[in-house]
């Protein structure tokens, strides 16, 4: 009887236990790894939940071969964060034919506005990341100078919307003495940043700061401009996301301005949320975490 009472016990709690599965853009972006331990950190703090993750390495069919497999091998819930924004149709189908609840991360869909039942997304509003970080810069600068512009993938929303971002606060009449020089992408890496702004400098090209779409973009120009002699004295460099690198950069005074976008807050609600909705309780469509500025003043409030 002992024993038979035993197994029913631990069938009951295999029964009990949510299995999630998560797709992750790349293990090796640094903001995303904050994402990726975050939820976890939530699973081993929830102590019921079973956690699988898999690395997309930046490619959409694999991604999509992921989803599809992580509703054959039955899940509970899915937790998706997007190679590429305007390729996740078929995914939100995939899931939504199946029933399984699904949670895209940090990188909304294409659809983020009219999201079926039974997905949602959980991220920050990129209208304010790029806004407050060209504020900053712009009151830096004193409203005027040249500046380059680093984006991330072409093709992400991210990216997208924090160089318009850009171009929106210097279109104000009180930065628009401020002109965009040169703009181009470095894909969120840090050495592509580095190789694009030594480019920069053997070009011979003048500026006053440097916006770049996140920080890892950021430390890559600062790498370069300190390889080339420029004094960080003399130029404006600012990012998003005020990660850990970030945050050593603003306080060794390399990185002049960063946005805190909440990663580990986000992956922690995506598993609350996909737990949430396995177990039968609606989401929000989006689940919004707020951006905040940092700057060198209350840096120590994210360190």
Known sequence: MTALLA???LAGEAL????VAVSMTAFDNPFLTIIRDAIGAEADRAGD???????AQLDVARQLDQVNNFIADGYDAMVVNPVDGNATTAITQAATAAGIPLVYVNHPPGDVDR??????FVGSNEVDSGTMQTQQVCELLGGKGNVLVMMGPLENH??????KDIHDVIATSGCSGMTVVEEQTANWSRAEAQD????WLTAGVQFDAVIANNDEMAIGAILAMK???TSMEDVVVAGIDATPDGLAALASGDLDVTVYQNAAKQGQVALQTAVSMAGGTPAER???IPFEPVTRENMAEYR
């Open 115 to 120: 999201l079926p039942e039974g997905v949602s």
């Open 158 to 163: 991210a990216a997208i919307i924090r160089t």
């Open 49 to 55: 939940i079973e956690v699988v993750f898999e690395d």
């Open 7 to 9: 197994l029913a016990m």
């Open 196 to 199: 694009l702004m030594t480019n």
């Open 286 to 288: 989006n689940i919004w």
């Open 227 to 229: 390889a080339a002699g």
């Open 16 to 19: 009990a236990e949510t299995r």
